[in-house]
């Protein structure tokens, strides 16, 4: 089931207190609403009940849709920094949750799904994106490193991170994305075949690429660009 708790919130702009009802998790098989949501950036969006300014709470919840085969550790994308050690908190849960820590059953459903971890609210849409269109997102990161490859200039975006935004046909659409706030900039298209040929490779041009991103769960172009102390 998907379980929120009750907690008292202040708003960031009129500082009044008031109480909501803040996610602790999501089961997306019981409650595809949620997902929906998620996809169209609005879920826990809050208004303030007394000045009426709309605001998101960070995400800080577990995820799951067996049907798509995909658990999440989503995390505020504060927690970047350290995606290392949380990768590794996060690793553990999921084994005591889904893995060698867990009942038959559940053991069972933790085979056939991927577990991720996730900074902020627009790499968590973009996994669920993924999975939505039956993609495998170590091949959507590669496309974006090809794109930036022969587009260099795309390389340089301030803050803004290149995710995928949406799919359209045959094609993937990549934007940058401010991790803060959602708000995507410029957008170019990869096509799906670039991605059906990466996951397909077993020994060609992005078999190194893939191998950098076996067993984990932080699957992001971030991993190669935040160094983490040893």
């Known amino acids: 089931m998907s379980i929120f708790k009750a907690m008292q919130l202040d708003c960031p702009v009129c500082r009044k207190a008031f109480d909501y009802e803040a996610v602790h998790s999501v089961n997306a098989d019981r409650r595809p609403d949620l997902r929906e949501a998620i996809l169209d950036g609005c879920f826990q969006q809050v208004d303030c009940p007394a000045c009426r300014a709309r605001f998101r709470l960070d995400p800080s919840f577990n995820y799951l849709d067996v049907g798509k085969g995909l658990w999440i550790a989503a995390e505020a994308v504060t927690g970047l920094a350290d995606w290392k050690q949380r990768e590794d908190g996060a690793r553990e849960l999921f084994e005591r949750s889904y893995g060698a820590g867990a009942s038959g059953m559940a053991r069972e459903i933790g085979a056939g799904m991927k577990a991720r971890i996730t900074f902020g609210w627009p790499a968590l849409r973009e996994k669920v994106l993924v999975a939505e269109h039956g993609l495998d997102d170590v091949?959507?990161?590669?496309c974006k490193a090809a794109a930036m490859r022969v587009q260099p200039e795309l390389s340089l975006s301030g803050d803004a991170d290149l995710r995928l935004v949406a799919v359209k046909g045959d094609r993937l659409?990549?934007?940058?994305?401010?991790?803060?706030?959602?708000?995507?900039?410029?957008?170019l298209a990869v096509s799906r075949s670039l991605h059906d040929e990466i996951a397909a490779d077993e020994a060609g041009d992005y078999f190194d690429f893939k191998r950098d991103y076996e067993g984990a769960l932080f699957v992001d172009l971030d991993r190669m660009l935040i160094s983490q102390p040893a």
């Open 139 to 142: 091949s959507v990161e590669a």
């Open 173 to 187: 659409v990549l934007a940058w994305v401010d991790p803060a706030d959602g708000e995507a900039g410029d957008k």
